[in-house]
């Protein structure tokens, strides 16, 4: 821990942020550090920490301190880390939250999960060592007038802000993907890499998404999450009902007279998966039949 300076959150000319992560704790070795739960962000040139409630409490370490990194897998009661070995303290160093250390290694701790792409990101900049090619500078004062003593350098809030910004613009037409042209419904597993898409950074597990889509009525939302018979789960509009599901089947199998799931899925802009299932449930409900044969799964309007 001693390889850390305090720093001012800005990040310098010349430096990329590639990956932040929330809920991260610090050890000094194999002791927790004098700090709380915090942001661990990875820049091109540094591994910055910010305390979650206290802003100001912000240290930093350049990456060319480190010499390798190892994970350490989860335990009962243990979260994942990442274990980073670190060159000794340079002379020049500026001050930071520890004077002295009797450990030369550091280990970050990720309660809310994440450490898989955070490590895969650092191999990625630990191999490509961009600090060396591109050296930052201080920020500097640009503008005259009212905007004297602005920096171009960007402070980590105007990070997160333009983060969140982009996070409610997406919020803000999550369900336009659902709409008709989708046939009101989603995979989950469509859905999980739209959100996460969208999060960027800050990546949502599987379990949590599944969580959230079921608190989907109970918070009066307009979508609901739907499991098939199957066991497929998909994310529907509310106001998708399932005699309309059943109608659009049985009309477009009955116009065409046949139709298999790809073909379906072709008319509708859907997924083979859900095309399939809703032509199930139009079988299940009397509607439909079937003719399962060597050229595959094909459906008829019910006669009988």
């Not at 333009?162 to 042209?181: F, G, M, V, Y």
């Not at 597993?189 to 597990?205: D, I």
């Amino acid at each position: 821990m001693d390889r850390f300076s305090w720093s001012n959150g800005l990040l310098e000319i010349n430096e990329t942020l590639v990956i932040q992560q929330r809920g991260v704790r610090l050890y000094d070795g194999d002791d927790k550090a004098k700090m709380d739960l915090g942001i661990t962000l990875l820049s091109t040139h540094r591994l910055i920490w910010r305390d979650i409630k206290n802003h100001e409490c912000c240290i930093a370490m350049p990456l060319s301190q480190i010499i390798f990194f190892e994970e350490q897998a989860a335990g009962i009661g243990k979260s994942a880390k990442i274990v980073i070995h670190l060159h000794p303290v340079p002379a020049n160093k500026e001050p930071g939250p520890y004077q002295y250390s009797k450990y030369s290694y550091i280990k970050l701790s990720f309660k809310e999960h994440g450490q898989i792409e955070f490590y895969r990101r650092l191999t990625e900049e630990m191999t490509k060592k961009r600090w060396e090619n591109t050296p930052v500078s201080q920020p500097i004062p640009t503008g005259t007038g009212s905007q004297a003593g602005k920096t171009r350098a960007v402070g980590i809030v105007g990070i997160e802000r333009k983060i969140e910004e982009k996070r409610k613009e997406t919020d803000k037409n999550i369900h336009s993907p659902l709409s008709q042209e989708r046939g009101g419904m989603m995979a989950l597993t469509e859905v999980y890499c739209l959100v996460n898409r969208a999060r960027g950074m800050e990546l949502l597990s599987p379990e949590d998404l599944v969580n959230a889509c079921k608190m989907f009525e109970s918070l009066k939302l307009p979508l609901r999450l739907r499991v098939f018979d199957s066991g497929v789960m998909v994310v529907q509009l509310q106001s998708h009902s399932e005699e309309e599901m059943i109608a659009s089947a049985l009309d477009n199998v009955s116009e065409k007279g046949s139709l298999t799931a790809e073909e379906f899925a072709k008319l509708l802009g859907l997924s083979v998966l859900l095309s399939k299932e809703r032509l199930l449930l139009a079988e299940k409900m009397g509607h439909l039949c079937r003719d399962d044969s060597v050229e595959g799964l094909r459906f008829y309007p019910n006669l009988f």
